[in-house]
């Protein structure tokens, strides 16, 4: 349902970001759980804190 048509261009571009971000926090929780967030690259973790900042638990 989700279609640029249907929500508009801006909202489905904005879906998408929020989908890959947690899609990529979600591959990153083993290696934080492991070596922890200190040993991530800096892009790692802006990733980290933007999924924090969409309340991802």
């Known amino acids: ?3 640029p048509g249907v929500i508009g261009e801006r909202h489905y571009r904005l879906a998408q970001e929020i989908r890959q971000t947690l ?3 979600s591959e990153l929780k083993d ?3 492991m ?3 200190e040993q991530l ?3 790692d973790r ?3 804190a933007r ?3 969409l ?3």
Do not use: F, K
Request: no cysteine; charged share 5%; net charge negative.
């Open 35 to 37: 070596l922890g967030l």
């Open 1 to 3: 349902m989700a279609t």
């Open 55 to 57: 309340n991802v638990s």
């Open 23 to 25: 899609a990529q926090y």
């Open 41 to 43: 690259s800096p892009e």
């Open 31 to 33: 290696i934080i759980s």
């Open 51 to 53: 999924a924090a900042a």
């Open 46 to 48: 802006n990733v980290v």
